[in-house]
C-alpha cells in the first residue's frame, strides 16, 4: 500500500490524499478529484498513462513529480523534489521518506555477498547466483545498484517480476533525473557513495 498525503498550502491546494494498493492503482486523490487549485491553474495534478498500472502526479507549486507504477503485486514509488524542499525536513518531523544524501554511503550489494545472513537463499527461490545474474542481465546492462538489487531480489525471492521492478525504477531515474552522468550507482571497493547531484531521486519498490 502507498498513502501519499500532499498537504494544504497557501493559495495552491487544499491537503489531497492518493492511495494505492496492489491491484487498484487509482487515477484520482481519495475525494474523487483528480486535481487542487483554483481555477485553471491545477498547481497539483494526476494523470494515468496506463490504466490501472502506472500514474503521475505534478505537484508544480513544490517542483515535485511522483510516478507510481504496479509491476506484478508490487507497487514501486520514484519522487523527483527539489533538494531545498527535501533538505527542510528533519528525521524528527513528518518526512517519511529514508534520503540518501550527497555525503552518505549506500549499503550496496557486491558480488560474494548477495545472499542474507546465514549464507542461505529463501527456501522458494530457484535461482543461485549465476541464473539469478543471467536473467537480470536480459533486463539491466549496466552492473549497477539496480542489477544488483535485481540479483539479490531473485536469490532472496525467486520472483521473476524484480526483474521489471528494476529495470522500472532506472527507468523512472532516467525520466526524473536532470543530469544523465548520475543516472547510474555503482558500488564500490571501501564502501559505497552516491555521485553528486543537484535534485534528490528517491525509488522504492514496496
Known amino acids: 500500500q502507498i498513502t501519499i498525503i500532499f498537504k494544504s498550502y497557501q493559495d495552491c491546494t487544499d491537503q489531497k490524499v492518493y492511495q494505492a494498493v496492489t491491484d487498484d492503482l487509482p487515477a484520482a486523490f481519495v475525494d474523487g478529484t483528480t486535481s487542487g487549485g483554483d481555477g485553471n491553474t491545477k498547481s497539483l495534478r494526476i494523470v494515468e498513462n496506463v490504466s490501472g498500472k502506472y500514474v503521475e502526479m505534478h505537484a508544480k507549486y513544490i517542483g515535485t513529480t511522483v510516478y507510481i507504477r504496479q509491476l506484478g503485486h508490487y507497487l514501486t514509488l520514484a519522487i523527483r523534489m527539489p ?26 550489494p557486491v558480488m560474494g555477498q548477495l545472499l542474507p545472513q546465514g549464507g542461505a537463499a529463501h527456501p522458494r527461490s530457484v535461482y543461485t547466483l549465476e541464473t539469478a545474474t543471467t536473467k537480470c542481465q536480459e533486463k539491466m546492462l549496466v552492473k549497477d545498484i539496480y542489477f544488483y538489487s535485481c540479483v539479490f ?48 531521486f528517491v525509488g522504492l519498490g514496496l
Open 153 to 200: 531480489d531473485l536469490l532472496t525471492t525467486g520472483d521473476a517480476n524484480f526483474t521489471a521492478v528494476a529495470h522500472s525504477a532506472l527507468q523512472d531515474v532516467e525520466a526524473l533525473h536532470p543530469r544523465k552522468e548520475h543516472w547510474h550507482i555503482f558500488p564500490s571497493s571501501g564502501g559505497s557513495g552516491v555521485r553528486k547531484s543537484s535534485k534528490f
Open 83 to 108: 533538494q531545498e524542499l527535501v533538505m527542510a525536513y528533519e528525521e524528527s518531523q513528518d518526512l517519511q521518506l529514508e534520503r540518501i544524501d550527497d555525503s552518505g554511503h549506500l549499503p550496496l
